[in-house]
């Protein structure tokens, strides 16, 4: 005969049991509390991962857990933070390998976390998009969200997130909130060092092709483009100052209208990859070869930079690690760790020399 089950109790001994070999029902969390001889409460931390457990108990109660094949229930882990088990990424970018790549480094922070990524994309100029975004994280009742630019730089966002009370981490070319909600990216610095390049290879006559008005981070690349021309005694004609929209399809706009000039740049710097390749197409258009006639420096270096012919030089910024360290971030107080004490590396920008940028003529 079946061994009875007492009241409260799911599972019986001879549940898939390799000691009994007979079916039965699934095993509880009471079940692990019991056999590991810990409270219900220890075993609930050790299935979220709390530092706050000693490290025999944490092996003695996985053991169990291993034993009688329990698997928690999602659904009750998230009542019982009042909270999903979802991280949600709120972009706004017009870069699909871009989102693609930061997609990546969250997902390789959240591994083994238990929680999952689910992605909003959104427009900055919608009239609904703060209801939209309030309707999302209500909808997901999500653990907390991250942000890469530009909506990390909308301020009614981050003021709706804390009226929410939801956790948020930020990912801006400049600081822009406290530390622990923060990862910062540097611009400045790359678009700099860009510029030197550029001139340190004999360039004068520069074009300039800048992201939309909404992006900070296209204010903050072209000042430290500009900055580093302007030490080196190089002005930057108007002409050759074009405001692109981070697209390909604006960076072929943008290369006819500077390589149609009576007077076309020799260099020019894009202030992302996306439309240094479709400068390149705008130059080949016009039967042009890169970089005998046209030199090119582009910024993110996305995969494409290195696929391109010729290679493109671009100014790296390591995309994947800033959406894991975002998300490493977010995930800090679920570990017991302070996120504003967290040591994580600076992001620093730098330019990766390729083909695509030869001395002037």
Not at 149 to 164: A, G, H, N
Not at 294 to 304: I, K, Q, T, Y
Request: hydrophobic residues 40%; glycine residues 8%.
């Amino acid at each position: 005969m079946p061994l009875r089950c007492t009241e409260g109790r799911s599972r019986t001994l001879a549940q898939d049991d390799p000691r009994s070999g007979k079916p039965g029902k699934r095993a509880t969390i009471n079940d692990v509390a019991r056999e590991a001889q810990v409270s219900k409460k220890t075993v609930s931390r050790v299935i979220n991962q709390s530092p706050f457990v000693k490290e025999d108990t944490r092996e003695r109660v996985n053991a169990v857990i291993k034993t009688l094949g329990f698997t928690p229930d999602p659904q009750a882990r998230g009542l019982a933070f009042r909270r999903s088990f979802l991280v949600g990424l709120i972009y706004d970018n017009p870069s699909p390998t871009y989102v693609v790549n930061m997609q990546q480094g969250v997902l390789d922070a959240l591994k083994g976390s238990g929680l999952e990524l689910v992605v909003h994309p959104c427009n900055r100029n919608s009239p609904t998009l703060l209801e939209d975004i309030r309707g999302f994280v209500e909808r997901q009742r999500l653990y907390g969200v991250i942000m890469p630019p530009s909506v990390s730089e909308d301020k009614q966002v981050i003021d709706l997130l804390r009226d929410l009370d939801c956790p948020y981490v930020r990912i801006a070319s400049v600081a822009l909130d406290e530390p622990q909600a923060m990862v910062v990216t540097n611009d400045w610095i790359g678009a700099a060092e860009a510029a030197a390049h550029l001139a340190d290879l004999g360039h004068r006559r520069i074009g300039l092709v800048r992201g939309p008005d909404l992006f900070r981070s296209s204010a903050v690349r072209g000042k430290g483009f500009l900055d580093a021309l302007a030490e080196r005694g190089i002005p930057l004609d108007p002409a050759y100052d074009f405001k692109g929209a981070y697209t390909f399809e604006s960076g072929v706009e943008a290369g006819h209208a500077l390589l149609a000039l009576d007077t076309p740049p020799t260099a020019i710097f894009t202030l992302n990859d996306d439309m240094a390749i479709g400068v390149m197409q705008a130059a080949r258009d016009r039967g042009l070869e890169l970089p005998r006639d046209l030199s090119l420096v582009g910024f993110d270096d996305l995969p494409m930079a290195a696929r391109v012919w010729p290679n493109l030089t671009s100014v790296r910024l390591p995309i994947r690690d800033m959406g894991r360290m975002a998300a490493e971030k977010l995930l800090a107080p679920m570990r017991g760790v302070d996120p504003a004490k967290m040591q994580q590396p600076e992001v620093r920008p730098a330019l990766v020399v390729r083909k695509s940028a030869i001395p002037a003529a």
